[in-house]
């Protein structure tokens, strides 16, 4: 459990290949959220996550964990639109707030950072595990890595569980009724389609894990 899980550097990594991945998957995104929603989510995510490589990764040199992870959600927030902006922003501020001042997590740093951003998006979004959204991946995940880190297993591979939890998670979502966001006013037609925030969710918490050491 000891030791240094994420540094600024990582941290600046982590930001850069979730913008990788979220324009790599952005066509995919979207469709998804075409079949459930307005098919916007993946051109969101791409539009905001651009203007945080822009905005907060070029200029980041210097700064601490937490600065960066809020000015992400500042961004997000001004950037994305849509439900996903709220949330993602929010999430990125308590992410933040929860590093305020720091340059370096251990691993209960990291995990406490990971818990207040789930729950920013879970009092933003009043929604629980089972609606169909990103907590559908992001709380699976946040469990996963409590359960592997309570078991004594190293961090890599703590968040190689967490990862495959979110992944998990957002397949999960195929079968539910969406009770939250734009997708539930489809009511019975939202059954059989995989949520768009969960399936961004996972890529989230994997492309941290790819990171962290
Ligand atoms: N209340 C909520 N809590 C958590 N996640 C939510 C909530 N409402 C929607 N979401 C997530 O947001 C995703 C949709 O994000 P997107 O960026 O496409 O916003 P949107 O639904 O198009 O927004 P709007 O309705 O404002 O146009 C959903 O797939 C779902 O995971
Ligand atoms: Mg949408």
């Not at 993946?42 to 822009?54: D, Q, W």
């Not at 992870?69 to 849509?82: D, I, N, R």
């Not at 629980?128 to 880190?149: I, S």
């Not at 489809?186 to 989230?204: K, N, V």
């Amino acid at each position: 459990m000891g030791g240094i899980v994420l540094d600024c550097e990582r941290n600046l990594r982590w930001l850069e290949r979730l913008a990788g991945l979220l324009a790599e998957q952005a066509g995919p995104l979207t469709e998804l959220d075409a079949a459930i929603g307005d098919a916007d989510h993946g051109i969101n995510m791409e539009r905001g996550f651009n203007a945080v490589k822009e905005r907060v990764l070029a200029q980041a040199a210097g700064k601490d964990l937490g600065t960066v992870l809020k000015q992400v959600g500042t961004t997000l927030v001004s950037t994305v639109g849509g439900a996903g902006g709220p949330l993602y922003g929010t999430f990125f501020l308590r992410m933040g707030q929860s590093a305020d001042g720091k340059s370096e997590l251990d691993a209960r740093e990291l995990r406490d950072a990971l818990a207040a951003g789930v729950e920013g998006v879970r009092q933003r979004g009043r929604a629980q595990p089972g609606e169909k959204t990103m907590l559908d991946a992001l709380v699976p995940a946040l469990e996963a890595l409590d359960a592997a880190l309570a078991a004594g297993s190293d961090n890599r591979a703590a968040w190689e569980a967490a990862a495959r939890a979110a992944e998990e998670g957002s397949r999960a979502t195929v079968p539910m009724l969406a009770r939250k966001g734009r997708a539930s006013y489809l009511g019975e037609r939202s059954i059989g389609h995989q949520d768009p925030g969960a399936t961004s969710s996972a890529l989230l918490i994997r492309s941290l894990a790819e990171v962290v050491g």
